[in-house]
Structure formats: structure tokens, C-alpha cells
């Protein structure tokens, strides 16, 4: 329930390359922002599409300000 909430809550829409779940033929994966899974609040759950949440894997660093500051301006 909680992934369907921030899925919907970000219109289906991978936050990094902007693909839709619609245009995908699976659900949109959800992200922790600070690589913590046992941290869910929704402010820290983003959503994204397999191949960007595999880039997220890589420099997280990178990712988590990237996301912060993706969330801020929101």
C-alpha cells in the first residue's frame, strides 16, 4: 500500500528520466532517498523506473543530494 501511495502521489512518474508506469509493462520501483529501508516516511520514498533505480546504486552520494534537492522543490 505505502509503494502504491508514492507511486500515485508522484503521478506514476519516474523521477529521473520521467517515464510513465503507463509506458512501462511493470511498476514503477520506490527508491529510498537516504538507502535506509527501514526509513519510510514518505518523504524519503521516491519513484523510479528499473534502469534509473540501478544508476542509483552507483555514487550514492551523488543520488542523495540529488534527491534532496529534487524533494525540496517540490
Known amino acids: 500500500e505505502l509503494r502504491e501511495n ?5 503521478n506514476y512518474i519516474c523521477q529521473v528520466c520521467e517515464v510513465t508506469q503507463d509506458e512501462m509493462n511493470y511498476k514503477l520501483h520506490c527508491h529510498h532517498i537516504d538507502y535506509n ?4 516516511e514518505s518523504i524519503n520514498i ?5 534502469k ?3 544508476k ?3 555514487n550514492r552520494e551523488y543520488w542523495m543530494e540529488y534527491f534532496n534537492k529534487h524533494v525540496e522543490a517540490l
Do not use: A, E, F
Not at 508514492?6 to 508522484?10: A, F, M
Open 52 to 54: 534509473c533505480h540501478i
Open 37 to 40: 529501508k527501514h526509513n519510510v
Open 6 to 10: 508514492i507511486r500515485k502521489q508522484y
Open 56 to 58: 542509483t546504486n552507483y
Open 46 to 50: 521516491i519513484p523510479l523506473c528499473l
